[in-house]
């Protein structure tokens, strides 16, 4: 698991870093969400990345190493994007999904349920030539992740520069685009066209950007060049204050902001969420053209009664580019059942929010109660979502939100 989590830590770090030649084609998408002009037909959210079958095997009794343990197997729809793209669905968006499908049965069983949703297919290759990315996660007697199997070539392979480019004007059409960062670079590099003489690397267009503790210390390392941050010791750090904690990751995530990045969100687990910018009105950015079906609508006007954008009004009465304002959302107590799913409900669930209308920091909040949801379930994405639930645990979450850290960067 080490090997597998450090492979993807490398390939975030160095996508970051890839100088790339942009002009004011699909590039905007990320810099400009939602900022287009008034004759531009509205579009939905775009988001690329692998749809996974997971194999969930769960033991009765603790784990003895090579010999069979009785237990329960699952199938699970999975993959990062999918999940994500599930979760917005699930909450009154119509993502439109970029991935890469076999024929086989795991191809069929994906195809199957993203039809029932009635969410579109045209972005989603269909080849009898791909094995459809397939992982088997063994979990211990408590739910956590105790070894894994991934089968993800076709991520990869299949999910090109050219299959992405087919689907260009449902991107630049996009109020907000998510962007799995287990592509391969030239699939990266397809949605920031060539067009110019000027190179930046990739990290100048990422406008949001949601690293949990590893992640982020592997990003600030790779953006600095120098092997400056060191990971977290969980057994310690985590029994300090969640000040403590943050002045621990701060100088890292000043890194990823200065480098280009306008807002970072860090996943905690169970500590929640730390909200950074150094631009503190981006936090209360919105999008000015979204589209609501049903429960959006709902959530959106439910949310925005309940979280008052005026909450946070007075701190953000400061002069723009000269700070860093960083708020501390905490999570809920849960019922933890599993908890492969809930990163990935929680951007999912500020993505929808974002997508409703609502800011970032409402749907940081909408995003945390999610996450909830996702742990309390068995599998990646809920079934459903409640709508009072999601908007009595956002309340509770954006109540007792905190600020951290507001004052000048010298």
Excluded at 72 to 81: E, F, M, P, R
Excluded at 228 to 240: A, K
Excluded at 313 to 335: N, T
Aim: charged letters at 20%.
């Amino acid at each position: 698991m080490e090997n597998s989590a450090q492979r993807r830590l490398e390939r975030v770090s160095g996508h970051l870093l890839s100088p790339i030649e942009v002009n004011n084609g699909l590039s905007q998408v990320l810099i400009k969400s939602g900022q287009r002009n008034n004759e531009e037909e509205e579009g939905d959210p775009v988001v690329i990345g692998g749809m996974v079958l997971d194999i969930h095997a769960t033991p009765s009794l603790p784990l003895n190493p090579r010999t069979t343990t009785p237990g329960k197997v699952h199938y699970v729809l999975g993959g990062v994007a999918r999940n994500i793209a599930e979760c917005m669905s699930k909450l009154g968006t119509k993502p439109y999904m970029i991935s890469a499908l076999g024929n086989d049965m795991a191809g069929k069983l994906l195809l199957e349920h993203w039809n029932s949703a009635s969410l579109s297919t045209e972005g989603i290759m269909k080849h009898q030539g791909i094995k459809t990315p397939t992982i088997c996660n063994i979990f211990d007697t408590e739910g956590e992740l105790a070894a894994a199997v991934a089968s993800v070539e076709a991520v990869e392979k299949f999910l090109t520069s050219s299959w992405i480019q087919q689907s260009k004007q449902n991107i630049f059409s996009a109020p907000v685009m998510m962007v799995d960062a287990n592509l391969s670079l030239p699939a990266f590099k397809s949605f920031l066209p060539i067009g110019s003489r000027i190179q930046h690397p990739i990290v100048k267009y990422v406008a949001f950007a949601s690293p949990n503790e590893d992640e982020l210390i592997a990003m600030a390392n790779a953006l600095s060049h120098e092997n400056m941050f060191r990971q977290i010791e969980r057994d310690t750090t985590r029994r300090g204050s969640v000040e403590s904690l943050f002045q621990f990751l701060k100088p890292a995530i000043l890194v990823l902001l200065e480098k280009g990045i306008k807002i970072v969100a860090v996943t905690l687990g169970a500590d929640g969420v730390f909200l950074c910018s150094k631009e503190p009105n981006l936090v209360r950015f919105s999008l000015d053209r979204t589209k609501k079906y049903g429960f959006s609508g709902q959530l959106y006007d439910n949310v925005a009664s309940s979280c008052p954008s005026s909450r946070f009004s007075g701190a953000l009465q400061i002069e723009r580019s000269s700070q860093l304002f960083s708020v501390h959302f905490p999570a809920l107590p849960a019922s933890v059942v599993r908890l492969t799913g809930a990163g990935d409900c929680l951007v999912g669930g500020t993505l929808a929010s974002l997508c409703s209308g609502l800011d970032i920091m409402q749907s940081i909040a909408v995003g945390i109660a999610a996450a909830k949801f996702a742990v309390e379930g068995e599998v990646n994405v809920p079934s459903e979502f409640s709508l009072d639930t999601i908007t009595d645990d956002a309340r509770s979450i954006y109540s007792a939100a905190k600020i951290l850290f507001h004052q000048s960067m010298l």
